[in-house]
């Protein structure tokens, strides 16, 4: 596995990383990052911001606005947020990409005494609660 450090907290700079990463390093292996970012508001690919974010409360809150190339719902990050990218080689499907990488999250956080569990399409829960 090949696991990429940065200290960046600008979620902009990871989403572009994820992108030279996807398309010009074409590694054999898994990649992985962990990551954090400043209060930061993610918006899903075919989200309309207006809709999911008001836009005068971030600005004068100092909380980025960024879309990522994925789906999905609107989500806030901090410096209290861990997140992961997992980039797995081309010849793995989508649906399997999600699940090697939920088996392998949970079978961490397990080991680590955390009993978290996988319920839906793509969520890992503890308690009830989606983390």
Request: charged fraction near 25%; aromatic fraction near 4%.
């Amino acid at each position: 596995m090949l696991i990429i450090e940065n200290n960046s907290t600008d979620a902009a700079y990871h989403f572009a990383l994820e992108e030279v990463l996807v398309r010009h390093i074409r590694s054999t292996e898994p990649v992985l990052m962990l990551w954090q970012t400043e209060k930061t508001v993610m918006l899903g690919n075919n989200q309309v911001a207006d809709a999911e974010v008001d836009i005068d409360f971030a600005i004068n809150n100092g909380i980025e606005v960024v879309r990522r190339s994925s789906g999905g719902g609107a989500i806030f990050t901090d410096l209290e947020t861990v997140l992961y990218t997992m980039i797995e080689p081309l010849e793995i499907e989508a649906k399997e990409h999600r699940e090697r990488t939920a088996a392998k999250i949970i079978g961490a956080l397990n080991q680590m005494g955390v009993p978290a569990v996988r319920e839906g399409r793509n969520d890992i829960r503890l308690a009830g609660k989606k983390i």
